[in-house]
T-cell receptor, first 111, second 113 residues
Framework: AQRVTQPEKLLSVFKGAPVELKCNYS??????LFWYVQYSRQRLQLLLR??SRESIKGFTADLNKGETSFHLKKPFAQEEDSAMYYC?????????????FGKGTHLIIQP | KAGVTQTPRYLIKTRGQQVTLSCSPI?????VSWYQQTPGQGLQFLFE???????NKGNFPGRFSGRQFSNSRSEMNVSTLELGDSALYLC????????????FGQGTRLTVV
């Protein structure tokens, strides 16, 4: 069965420091990986997807198939980055099980 | 463009009752998925509808069902409510069945007492 693991429930860093939110997955086929973000009192929204290979709000994530990881990184954290971050996967092309989410990491950026 | 709209936002029901939740997708989106979010289990996939047909279903009992109408609006029904059904139910819409970029609603908070 597919699984997404986010080992840190809470991550606190200072403004201007680098951020790395870890995500590991297990999946036997070819997955698509995503990062979703939920800011305070807002709805869950897509931050980025691995097939786009783009940087959103300074965040990047590289899919490492050898290590089955999809860590989210930002070189200089900003206070507005404080939010819940969820890593998710789906079978490439759409999956029978919908999106499989990790439990989430609460990122707090301290001033 | 209006986002995904879920109604009602909050609901309190008694054990044994049934409940219906509604989701209006983004205009033009034909795929609607439902997720259950709880503190213990996190976000779990319930089912997905496309063109009024259930395409996929997660690992939930038959008490959980849904449907989609010709205008792509979707409803989710839970019968014989249990205390463990208390959760935030999220609806997400996508442009097409195989387009995996999902846009989420704000959810319906269901409390079963």
């Amino acid at each position: 069965a597919q699984r997404v693991t986010q080992p840190e429930k809470l991550l606190s860093v200072f403004k201007g420091a680098p951020v790395e939110l870890k995500c590991n997955y297990s999946y036997s086929g070819s997955p698509e990986l995503f990062w979703y973000v939920q800011y305070s009192r807002q709805r869950l929204q897509l931050l980025l997807r691995h097939i786009s290979r783009e940087s959103i709000k300074g965040f990047t994530a590289d899919l490492n198939k050898g290590e089955t990881s999809f860590h989210l990184k930002k070189p200089f954290a900003q206070e507005e980055d404080s939010a819940m971050y969820y890593c998710a996967l789906i079978r490439a092309g759409g999956g029978a099980d919908g999106l499989t989410f990790g439990k989430g990491t609460h990122l707090i950026i301290q001033p | 463009k209006a986002g995904v709209t879920q109604t009602p936002r909050y609901l309190i029901k008694t054990r044994g009752q049934q409940v219906t939740l509604s989701c209006s997708p983004i205009s033009g989106h034909r795929s609607v998925s439902w997720y259950q979010q709880t503190p213990g289990q996190g976000l779990q996939f319930l089912f997905e509808y496309f063109s009024e047909t259930q395409r996929n279903k997660g690992n939930f009992p038959g008490r959980f069902s849904g449907r989609q109408f010709s205008n792509s609006r979707s409803e989710m029904n839970v019968s014989t409510l249990e205390l463990g059904d208390s959760a935030l139910y999220l609806c997400a819409s996508s442009l097409a069945a195989r387009n995996t970029e999902a846009f989420f609603g704000q959810g319906t908070r269901l409390t079963v007492v």
